[in-house]
């Protein structure tokens, strides 16, 4: 039960909205209705989509631009699918070119080749089936791929091929907003998507989850164990499944604890550092070094007060940096108490890190 890798199959899929939204997605790709699934990361999005291709058998070509995130750009030549789930020997021969073009078998000598044979692969395939998926795990990395217009190719699918559907997810829910809410400059997106929002397990679920397993594995728990394990890793499905696995390897709960935090730290430093090569200002570790010393969040007011003491910015740089932030998915803006927030535990502590490396104290 506990596995660090996606989950593939219905029984392991835990959690209420987490099965809700399989029914979701069920009901949008018959309707054809293109969808996202936007969540924080580590909480289950591609888990989902896994275990929805497995359960179906639907056609379907699966893109994961989760490498890429924290690049500052992607060439095409980067973009081989990370799994295709068509009837290849019966594809016409021009199909089969295109095919190993987008499977990167083929070298494409430009963007425009490696574009064209994938509009002629999907044409192909969207004549030839009633519903055929495309996935694209991680979309807000979509604009910094090079070469190839993927926002174009997205529209020309909602517009000219009936039998396609889009399924995306975005662990950053901002970036992906500006992509499906397009402006009036940028005119993109013109069909409607519906989003799923995926958030952490609840306390209860988490708590459900770890003493389900840890029962089957016949490994003896106390409640009060399990409560600082779920507390400590904020509720986190990635994180919890992580405690699992070195509980049923024979770790006792405090050594367990302590590498599940360990390891959710280090993940949470090397995404840190993705974010920080793209925004690459000190200003965005201050405010966030700031709001990780605060436990219950802090005002905007009070993030003003101590960044724009300890930083030569402006206030109106201070906002960008906070809904820059927001949008990363790594603060959290709750309007009703006015408060922001670090939004997991083991993210703090990956700051106060970060911080470190920076001179920030
Ligand atoms: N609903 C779930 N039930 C059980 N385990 C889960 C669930 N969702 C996520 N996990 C665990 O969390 C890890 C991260 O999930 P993943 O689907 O990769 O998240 P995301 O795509 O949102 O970053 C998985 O490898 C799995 O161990
Ligand atoms: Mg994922």
Redesign the pocket.
Known sequence: ???????TSER????RE?REALGRLKENVEEKTFTAIL??????????I?VFLNKYPYRYIYYDL?PFMGRQGISYTELAPAMINIETEKLSYRAQLSLGLIRLDLKPESGVQFQNALINLLRELNGKYDDLLLVI?EAQVMPLIRGINMLGLLQLISNTMDNTTVIM?G?MPGLLERILNPSASKPMFARYVDRIF?PRWTSDESIG?LKKGLREAKVPHTRAELEEAVEELSN???F???YGKMRTRGMGHEEALREASNYAVGIWEQDLEAFLNIYSTRAYVTALWVLSRSRFGLTRKEIASEVLRRENISDRSLSRILKNLVSSGMVEHSRKRGKYRIAEIPLAKAIENIALRYGIR
């Open positions: 039960m506990f596995e660090v890798r996606p989950v392991n899929l835990y959690g987490h969540g924080p990361r580590r909480v289950g999005k591609t888990s989902i896994r989760s795990d997810t662990s995926i989850y986190v499905p990635g919890l499944a992580y």
